[in-house]
């Protein structure tokens, strides 16, 4: 995979993070995203330093939230608008095709199972399937069946 693909991997990955916090508080939890972050940087040979970049921005985005909160200033790391905005039907499919990339890169089992469940979290978090336009047999609640 080529570093900007890494790199727009990871982006997503702390946007999404981001939205977690601005929507949930500061003190969510988003440790899965953090781990994914790491495991890209892992795959593809990310210096420590530029993995820590990511993850940095996710600590800042819990700074703002716990200053919006508390009345303060925030200084969110991208517009507050912009940090509840769905993915386009592309943009899920880009990340998750990157994520499943990146998992056959990692030796362990443990570690390709956590950018699979990322995958399946981001497809329902980005509601993929309503960009997914449906036959009319399916619109009509009929099953497709194969054989």
Not at 38 to 62: F, H, M, T, Y
Not at 99 to 118: G, I
Request: aromatic share 6%; proline share 2%; glycine share 4%.
């Amino acid at each position: 995979m080529k570093h900007e693909q890494v790199e727009f991997l990871q982006d997503k990955l702390v946007q999404e993070a981001a939205a977690m916090i601005a929507l949930a508080g500061s003190e969510t939890k988003v440790e899965e995203y953090e781990q994914a972050i790491k495991l890209v940087g892992k795959a593809w040979g990310s210096d420590q330093s530029e993995v820590d970049k990511w993850l940095n921005l996710i600590q800042q985005e819990r700074t703002a939230a716990a200053a919006a909160a508390n009345g303060m200033p925030a200084n969110h790391i991208m517009p507050e608008r912009d940090l509840l905005l769905n993915w386009t039907g592309t943009e899920c499919i880009d990340v998750m095709e990157a994520l499943f990339e990146t998992a056959v890169q990692l030796n362990e089992k443990d570690d390709r199972c956590t950018l699979f469940n990322m995958a399946m979290t981001l497809m329902e978090c980005q509601n993929l399937m309503d960009w997914v336009e449906k036959t009319p047999d399916e619109t009509a609640g009929q099953q497709i069946s194969v054989g």
